[in-house]
């Protein structure tokens, strides 16, 4: 008799283990699971080296087109320290093993785009008008109570920040001039650099999905990068409110909401252009965590808010509307230095008309983002900062008066959170090329 063998069983409670194709006598492994060849390898790395390298030849022809084209001295200066820094970075990249190349290029650009020419700038007392600006007013705070001249005339006599901005001018007016490291510690670039870098530091923690990355090299290579660099070598007044918007979005996705509307608040009273993070990071709240937590954190946002911004208001109305207002959308007889040559710039230097035409593409702009945000709230603190930065991208584009630095807001707020993100995929995507090689015998088998 016959008997035909049935198929074994899968022992009860444990998975069938998957099939592993078989391997030709002297071949290498079948499947889409094989190791690629060390050529693959070599040409993968390679492949990040020249695109490392792209990124340093790039940053070096960007600084060094500002001592040939700027016509302000301090960017000057800033594009003859930090082009040689980047080509010494690029050559670190294309020498230097790849586990020590990243982090020796970074050490090189923050040491030549920003260390060294911020030292020696703020040595000298050399700054962009908006630092003196700025430590002037917490100056004036101190003796007059208010950070507003009561009667600007000249372009250096107007305040455009919210007095909040005035904390950063708080050590300049306390240490004074008096020595070369009174200079150094009352920079107010130094404490602008100083919230930035924490408040990115902090924000990394909140959003990195694998508790072993680091924002360390991530921050080094932001901050050494053009886009930062120059603007905290020679003045950077906005690097402050980067920092705390990325801050205020990761703590409204980590259910923070107090935390969240108190960083909201010290946004809200430096610049205006921060208060459409406001309600992104409501609305974040409301789609993750409920109405309760948005209304907690909307309602901490504008009480601090009115607390610091409505004595001034009350007590010198005029000044605050002229200087925070009027003067930054190019509605004063004295006209803003920020004038790069962006959509909303050319439209107003055609005359009245294309002054409100700029308005109006503006406003008609913060409404069409205003009714995305609302028709799809965001449901991630990526998604969050794609959000605001589609709105001040617009602002910026289409006021009457800006600077190409501004958008460098709205391009940290896509890039942060994506990199803490891509850090933890990286890393977990290496692991499991890892152990799927690792757990092939060499005659195939698991």
Not at 24 to 41: D, N, Q
Not at 48 to 72: D, I, N, T, Y
Not at 133 to 154: D, K
Request: hydrophobic share 55%; proline share 9%; net charge positive.
């Amino acid at each position: 008799m016959v008997t035909h063998r049935q198929p074994d069983a899968p022992t009860r409670g444990r998975p069938l283990a998957p099939e592993v194709p078989r391997q030709r006598t002297g071949g290498p492994p079948l499947g889409p699971a094989a190791r690629p060849e060390p050529a693959g390898r070599v040409a993968a790395l390679g492949g990040r080296r020249a695109v490392r390298l792209l990124a340093c030849l790039v940053a070096a022809g960007w600084a060094g087109c500002f001592p040939l084209v700027s016509r302000l001295a301090n960017q000057r200066f800033w594009g003859e320290t930090a082009a040689p820094a980047y080509l010494l970075a690029g050559l670190a990249v294309l020498v230097l093993p790849r586990r020590l190349a990243g982090r020796a290029a970074a050490l090189l650009t923050l040491g030549g785009a920003v260390l060294l020419p911020l030292t020696l700038l703020a040595v000298h007392s050399r700054a962009q008008s908006e630092v003196g600006v700025v430590e002037r007013s917490a100056a004036l705070l101190l003796h007059t109570g208010t950070p507003y001249l009561p009667h600007p005339a000249a372009v250096t006599d107007f305040d455009p920040y919210l007095p909040g901005m005035a904390l950063f001018g708080l050590p300049r007016a306390l240490l004074g001039r008096g020595s070369r490291a009174a200079l150094l510690a009352g920079d107010a670039r130094l404490w602008f650099a100083a919230a930035f870098l924490a408040c990115l530091a902090v924000s990394w923690r909140l959003v990195r999905t694998d508790p072993a990355d680091s924002p360390l090299l991530p921050l080094a290579v932001l901050t050494g990068s053009p886009l930062i660099a120059l603007s905290l070598a020679v003045g950077g007044v906005d690097l402050p409110l980067i920092g705390v918007c990325c801050l205020a979005l990761a703590l409204a996705a980590d259910n923070r909401p107090i935390a969240a509307g108190l960083v909201l608040a010290l946004a809200c009273t430096l610049k205006w252009t921060a208060w459409p993070a406001l309600p992104v990071a409501v609305l974040l709240l409301r789609r993750r965590h409920g109405s309760r937590a948005a209304l907690r954190a909307a309602a901490v946002c504008a009480a601090l808010s009115a607390a610091v911004i409505l004595p001034f208001a009350l007590q010198r109305p005029r000044d605050l509307w002229l200087q925070v207002v009027r003067y930054p959308l190019g509605l004063t007889a004295v006209r803003t230095p920020a004038g790069s040559p962006l959509p909303g710039k050319l439209l107003a230097d055609l005359g009245p008309a294309g002054h409100t035409a700029a308005l109006a593409l503006m406003l008609a702009g913060g409404l069409a983002v205003g009714g995305w945000l609302l028709l799809r709230p965001p449901a991630t603190a990526a998604a969050a900062a794609d959000r605001l930065a589609a709105g001040l991208t617009t602002a910026f584009l289409l006021a009457p008066a800006g600077r190409f630095g501004y958008l460098a807001l709205p391009a940290v707020l896509v890039c942060w959170p994506r990199l803490a993100q891509r850090a933890a995929a990286h890393r977990s995507g290496a692991r499991v090329r890892w152990t799927a090689g690792a757990s092939r015998s060499p005659a195939g088998g698991v």
